[in-house]
């Protein structure tokens, strides 16, 4: 095996490094950011469940977990938003939690006892999003910015291209962006083409022009697991 060496020295080989709190691996996965937000999640959500045992004022307990454990679950989530079910379930699982300890705390009995409620049910009648939804929210809004010069970055504006339509063919209007196709997976999971991809797909586009951030139809979002 080749080992590389700087003044004779040879180097570590590390698998893993972090920085301004995102986990990059070797392999270009996020499985082990995707591990770490979710630990950190919840061990903060054992936090606030512990303390807030005798609370009964619901708006504190909701800042609170917004501000503590939302909060590190969003955080960067336009580099490593997850693309499986299997990964978007175990951070959704996350707030799932949050969800039944906060039903509990407004009913006075635990949501899977005596009958089973739904976690989407439960957020029906909760002002709380699916982290989802959310997720994908932040996709746009990264669009958005890029394309109304709120992000100062000539890389990530030179990565946006429009798809002009053939004028000799039928006018395809659900089809905003290019996204190249025949890439390297890593590259059509990058934020912005990511991004692209998945506004071409919404049934409902916003106008990124003039509409402010918008609540994506939740029909467009996975089935209840």
């Not at 997850?82 to 039903?103: H, N, Y």
């Not at 934020?191 to 022009?209: H, R």
Request: net charge positive.
């Amino acid at each position: 095996m080749f080992i590389s060496k700087i003044s004779n020295n040879p180097t570590k080989q590390v698998h893993t490094c972090t920085d301004l709190g995102i986990t990059f691996s070797n392999n270009l996965s996020w499985d082990k950011q995707i591990e770490d937000i979710r630990n950190r999640s919840f061990r903060k959500l054992g936090m606030i469940i512990r303390y807030c045992k005798p609370m009964q004022d619901i708006d504190t307990i909701l800042t609170l977990y917004r501000a503590l454990v939302r909060s590190t679950m969003e955080y960067g989530s336009v580099l490593w938003i997850p693309k499986t079910k299997k990964d978007i379930k175990s951070i959704e699982d996350v707030q799932a939690r949050f969800v039944r300890f906060l039903f509990q705390k407004m009913n006075g009995f635990y949501p899977k006892y005596p009958q089973n409620i739904g976690y989407r049910t439960m957020l029906e009648h909760l002002p709380i999003q699916l982290i989802e939804t959310r997720f994908k929210e932040s996709q746009i809004k990264l669009l958005q910015n890029a394309l109304l010069n709120k992000i100062d970055s000539q890389y990530i504006t030179s990565k946006i291209g429009f798809k002009i339509p053939n004028p000799k063919l039928r006018r395809d209007n659900k089809t905003l962006f290019y996204v190249p196709g025949n890439r390297h997976e890593s590259f059509l999971k990058s934020p912005i083409v990511s991004a692209m991809k998945y506004y071409n797909d919404l049934p409902d586009k916003p106008d990124l022009f003039y509409h402010d951030i918008f609540s994506l139809p939740e029909e467009y979002s996975d089935e209840d697991e």
